[in-house]
């Protein structure tokens, strides 16, 4: 073994931990960006749940809606009574035209 040899030996020894140095670097960077992709979507995912916590459920929905029918119903009955208030208004203004 010459020292060319060695020298040629240790020349390529320390091409090939430089490409292990550099693969890596590569890796590790990529591990680091999924690593911040993965906080992100972990961040947007609590948030959505949050959002999503505060939705009504279906039997909170059935409930309301329950309840506007028979607001609707209140409101019906409401209009049917003032039909003869309303008619009894209209008599006492043509009066007082009419009359007075």
Known sequence: MSIEDLRW???L???LVMGA???YAHLMGRNAANAAEVAALRQQLA???EHVRHLPDQE???DLAGDVKAVKATLDALREALVPLTTTVDRINNYLLNNK
Do not use: P
């Open 9 to 11: 030996g240790v020349g």
């Open 13 to 15: 020894l320390q091409w």
């Open 21 to 23: 140095i550099a693969l």
């Open 47 to 49: 948030a959505l749940e």
């Open 60 to 62: 909170l929905v059935h």
